[in-house]
């Protein structure tokens, strides 16, 4: 399971690649899709890339072009899997809200008919 910043980041790295197995991208590509609120910084978001790359995701390769750090990305099949999974734990959550309430009616409901019987 991502964290809320893996999950941001993968999230960016996903939608860069556009569906290709690699891309090179830089940090400031990278940082131009993330949320302004979390405060990400080039330094944090190479440290999350890293994590990502040990986790499967992808396979990275840091370079340079004109004097800026570049990051060449090979997306694994967990990667590429990354959009269908985020879709599916969303679809998870939903359920299990869908069924906290409909626990919640039914148990209401029976509360109901106990106090009419009983009470």
Request: glycine content about 8%; proline content about 3%; aromatic content about 10%.
């Amino acid at each position: 399971m991502l964290t809320k910043h893996e999950n941001d980041v993968m999230s960016a790295v996903y939608s860069l690649c556009d569906g290709t197995e690699s891309c090179l991208v830089s940090p400031l590509e990278i940082l131009s899709l993330l949320p302004a609120k979390r405060k990400y910084n080039p330094e944090n978001v190479d440290g999350i890339l890293h994590d990502l790359m040990r986790d499967g995701y992808f396979d990275l390769i840091t370079s340079e072009r004109k004097g800026e750090k570049m990051y060449v990305i090979n997306l694994r099949d967990i990667g590429f899997a990354f959009k269908r999974s985020a879709k599916q734990r969303r679809r998870d959550v939903a359920f299990r809200i869908m069924l906290a309430f409909i626990g919640a009616a039914t148990t209401f409901i029976f509360g109901l008919i106990l106090k009419g019987i009983f009470g």
